[in-house]
């Protein structure tokens, strides 16, 4: 169960910085469609934010410097980069302004993050018409939600770091009664989520999304919070469960029930991140749960390339009610659904 001490080449501090000074020097990146991204898409967020929370934790003000650098150009010539807050995708970028809010103290990233938090909450002229949404949105919800379970993560990243940013209880609050209804809904009775409610498939990274996003949140809720409970109850539930499915070789699989299905990174990454935030904050059994968060970390670490790349990276995958499509998807070496995961454990370690 021990989370400090490491074989060479494999500490949180060394591939950390391979993995972040990778992604410093990468272009912007889109995954889902060829040519560049005409915004930032969801994958590079994540990865940013991954790879500040190491800088700060590291001290490394250099590292700082360069991922400030990359987001500089979106005040001015790149200003249309930043994504519009018009769906969970998008509106998680704000994750990354607000981190640097709070790493800098400089006023124009809170300015932008809490807008994009802000707008996360009003029905926008496009969905006025969509019951689903405004049914959503008049119940105190974000009209931005469609039960998917990657949603816990991009709704939640973004409104828990507007509350670590502006200590308004709000933000916080928000997120908490979305992930309740989130889990009301989708948990299943053996602590896993279906990749939504009408794909009976326990697919590997939809609930990876799902584990970290609780993880983040359960961070930051104020412990007299109605809704910890809840949440807590749900985290410690799938915790139990991943610890039941995780491989021989500390992984975990693209259908994570499925002991024929193929090992996946990035799910591996965000289970990982998980399990490590739960033995640091007390939440789990040190160990056991460390213990396998150990195992984790140095099995996924194996599938870095000297490139500080990841390799067994699903590609982007879309909701299908057919099992053969989740065995059939792309595995893919660098894609920054992976490195972002790889971040986010590198931090949580040092933590």
């Known amino acids: 169960s021990d989370l400090k001490n490491w074989p060479k080449g494999t500490s949180p501090q060394e591939i950390g910085k391979r993995v972040a000074e990778h992604f410093v020097v990468s272009p912007h990146f889109n995954s889902f469609r060829p040519g560049p991204p005409k915004s930032i898409i969801y994958p590079e967020t994540c990865s940013w934010y991954?790879?500040?929370?190491?800088?700060?934790?590291?001290?490394?003000?250099?590292?700082?410097?360069?991922?400030?650098?990359?987001?500089?150009?979106?005040?001015?010539k790149d200003s249309n980069m930043v994504p519009l807050p018009d769906h969970v995708d998008n509106t998680v970028f704000g994750a990354v302004p607000l981190e640097l809010y709070i790493i800098t103290k400089d006023t124009r990233y809170l300015k932008m993050g809490k807008m994009l938090a802000d707008m996360q909450w009003v029905l926008p002229e496009n969905l006025k018409g969509n019951a689903e949404a405004k049914s959503f949105y008049d119940k105190g919800f974000t009209p931005q939600t469609r039960m998917w379970i990657d949603d816990m993560y991009m709704i939640t990243a973004v409104q828990i770091q507007a509350y670590r940013a502006t200590g308004n209880l709000k933000y916080a609050e928000r997120a908490a009664k979305e992930m309740v209804l989130y889990l009301d809904s989708l948990q299943r009775p053996n602590g896993l989520?279906?990749?939504?409610?009408?794909?009976?498939?326990?697919?590997?990274?939809?609930n990876g999304w799902m584990a970290a996003g609780m993880s983040?949140?359960?961070?930051?809720?104020?412990?007299?919070?109605?809704?910890?409970?809840?949440?807590?109850?749900?985290?410690?539930?799938?915790?139990?469960?991943?610890?039941?499915y995780q491989a021989e070789n500390g992984t975990w699989?693209?259908?994570?029930?499925?002991?024929?299905?193929?090992t996946e990174t990035s799910s591996t990454?965000?289970?990982?991140?998980?399990?490590?935030?739960?033995?640091?904050?007390?939440?789990?059994?040190?160990?056991?749960?460390?213990?396998?968060?150990?195992?984790a970390w140095l099995g996924l670490v194996s599938y870095i390339d000297e490139n500080a790349e990841v390799h067994e990276v699903c590609i982007g995958t879309n909701k299908k009610n057919d099992r053969q499509y989740y065995f059939d998807r792309k595995r893919i070496v660098g894609d920054l659904h992976g490195q972002a995961a790889i971040l986010w454990c590198a931090t949580a370690l040092l933590r």
């Open 50 to 76: 991954g790879a500040l929370t190491f800088a700060e934790l590291s001290k490394d003000k250099k590292l700082i410097q360069e991922l400030r650098d990359r987001f500089e150009p979106f005040f001015g």
């Open 193 to 206: 989520f279906y990749h939504a409610p009408d794909v009976p498939f326990f697919w590997g990274r939809g």
């Open 216 to 244: 983040e949140l359960l961070s930051s809720l104020p412990a007299n919070n109605p809704d910890r409970p809840r949440i807590m109850e749900g985290y410690k539930k799938m915790m139990a469960s991943l610890l039941k």
């Open 253 to 262: 699989r693209q259908l994570i029930d499925t002991p024929e299905s193929w």
């Open 269 to 295: 990454g965000m289970f990982t991140f998980a399990m490590i935030t739960g033995v640091k904050k007390g939440w789990l059994d040190k160990a056991t749960y460390g213990a396998a968060a150990r195992k």
